[in-house]
């Protein structure tokens, strides 16, 4: 079985990279400006099912930004959500997605070179068969 990480990373990248207003990141520059995203980590498990192979995939994304309160990083992850989840990325022809689903967000704060900021760390639920 071949693997769909790189493909759905660039799927995810242009989906929201075409719609969220802020730029997104793979690789965060020194200085950032503004709110921003990052394509984070990933998890995937097993999800074969007789003569099928599949998997779980489990992007995470990155809200970051750097206003007091949690209200603009709020109103990304919304439109992230939206964006996400309104249509299946395209993975053909090696791979097919069954569906997405958001699967968990947690807002933290965190401090950077004395900078507060705000952060929510999102996760999706991908369902991917390997295409026969």
Known sequence: MSL???????????????????????????????DYVVIG??????????????????PRIEV?????????ANDIASLIHTQLTSALPDLTPDFQVMSVEWSDLSPQRREFEGIELRVLLMRFRYQIFEQQ
């Not at 799927?11 to 075409?18: F, M, T, V």
């Open 4 to 34: 769909p990480f790189k493909k759905l990373s660039e799927e995810i990248y242009s989906a929201l990279n075409a719609s969220i207003g802020v730029p997104v990141y793979d690789a965060v520059p020194n200085d950032p400006v503004g």
């Open 41 to 58: 980590e990933y998890e995937a498990d097993n999800d074969s099912a007789k003569n099928l192979e599949g998997m779980l995939v489990f």
């Open 64 to 72: 970051w930004s750097k206003y007091k309160g949690f209200g603009p």
